[in-house]
């Protein structure tokens, strides 16, 4: 009989340098430490990108001081991970606003030098994470099993369950696949069955993992935020291809961090 090639993860999302959570971190790198996962999945919004923004704003920091802190938050994850952890980053709007081709945002001429992976100081580091680029499509999505990650791309108040069921489609439509992603800052209580409506349910899962970053924020003064929380996505997944695939190829649950 074929042994089952298993992996373990973890996976957080928005932690928007330079405002991350502290507190949420400290818990985040204690779990990391205890876990030790194989695959470590940042789902984006490393960087705030308050600098790129369409929007005006009174922030008093560079992009360079956003690449500073997201050097730490990375290192310091890093550190505590065991050497042979794979480390992915699937790119955000956020961090994905840094390097669009926009001129309300950055000069044409000038764009090649956002890129913090030519960051001379700590581009050495950000180049040591697979990068997978914001994108509704396969090419936006990292696969380990019959799981699936990616930053999201919605953020109404049923975008789970909406999306899951485009994201699923686009991955060729599979029943049981696993769908894990972070952006609208609102963490699962655990892993949920997808819904076409209150009674009927679809053959696909998903988890959100929150934000790591600040959970009451100026921009939301006037918005509903009650929602918003830190969480880290942890689970196992089968490796080996199933011959019929089913929720047995992976195990998940979500971590809140109730500080």
Same mark, same amino acid.
Request: glycine letters at 8%; a neutral charge.
């Given at each position: 009989?074929?042994?089952?090639?298993?992996?373990?993860?973890?996976?957080?999302?928005?932690?928007?340098?330079?405002?991350?959570?502290?507190?949420?971190?400290?818990?985040?790198?204690?779990?990391? *430490?205890?876990?030790?996962?194989?695959?470590? @999945?940042?789902?984006?919004?490393? !960087? %705030? /990108? =308050?600098?790129? +923004?369409?929007?005006?704003?009174?922030?008093?920091?560079?992009?360079?001081?956003?690449?500073?802190?997201?050097?730490?938050?990375?290192?310091?994850?890093?550190?505590?991970?065991?050497?042979?952890?794979?480390?992915?980053?699937?790119?955000?709007?956020?961090?994905?606003?840094?390097?669009?081709?926009?001129?309300?945002?950055?000069?044409?001429?000038?764009?090649?030098?956002?890129?913090?992976?030519?960051?001379?100081?700590?581009?050495?580091?950000?180049?040591?994470?697979?990068?997978?680029?914001?994108?509704?499509?396969? *090419?936006?999505?990292?696969?380990?099993?019959? @799981?699936?990650?990616?930053?999201? !791309? %919605? /953020? =109404?108040?049923? +975008?789970?369950?909406?999306?899951?069921?485009?994201?699923?489609?686009?991955?060729?439509?599979?029943?049981?696949?696993?769908?894990?992603?972070?952006?609208?800052?609102?963490?699962?209580?655990?892993?949920?069955?997808?819904?076409?409506?209150?009674?009927?349910?679809?053959?696909?899962?998903?988890?959100?993992?929150?934000?790591?970053?600040?959970?009451?924020?100026?921009?939301?003064?006037?918005?509903?935020?009650?929602?918003?929380?830190?969480?880290?996505?942890?689970?196992?997944?089968?490796?080996?291809?199933?011959?019929?695939?089913?929720?047995?190829?992976?195990?998940?649950?979500?971590?809140?961090?109730?500080?």
């Amino acid at each position: 009989m074929e042994s089952i090639k298993k992996t373990t993860f973890a996976a957080i999302s928005c932690v928007h340098t330079p405002f991350e959570n502290e507190g949420a971190k400290a818990w985040m790198l204690a779990k990391l *430490s205890k876990i030790k996962p194989s695959h470590f @999945i940042l789902l984006g919004d490393l !960087f %705030d /990108a =308050g600098s790129v +923004s369409v929007h005006p704003s009174e922030f008093e920091h560079a992009l360079e001081d956003e690449y500073e802190k997201g050097y730490i938050y990375l290192k310091d994850i890093m550190e505590v991970l065991p050497d042979s952890t794979e480390l992915i980053w699937t790119h955000g709007n956020h961090d994905d606003n840094i390097l669009a081709k926009d001129p309300r945002r950055s000069p044409r001429g000038l764009r090649s030098l956002l890129s913090w992976n030519k960051h001379y100081e700590f581009g050495d580091l950000f180049r040591m994470w697979k990068q997978i680029p914001y994108s509704k499509s396969k *090419s936006g999505v990292f696969k380990l099993g019959q @799981i699936c990650f990616y930053h999201g !791309f %919605d /953020a =109404g108040a049923n +975008s789970d369950d909406l999306e899951t069921i485009q994201m699923a489609n686009l991955m060729g439509g599979h029943a049981h696949r696993l769908f894990i992603r972070g952006h609208t800052h609102r963490p699962t209580v655990g892993v949920v069955q997808c819904k076409r409506s209150l009674k009927i349910k679809l053959p696909w899962y998903y988890a959100n993992a929150g934000t790591m970053g600040p959970l009451n924020p100026d921009y939301m003064n006037r918005k509903d935020s009650s929602g918003w929380g830190a969480g880290m996505v942890v689970g196992e997944a089968s490796l080996s291809e199933p011959r019929r695939p089913s929720t047995s190829d992976w195990d998940a649950h979500v971590e809140l961090f109730d500080g």
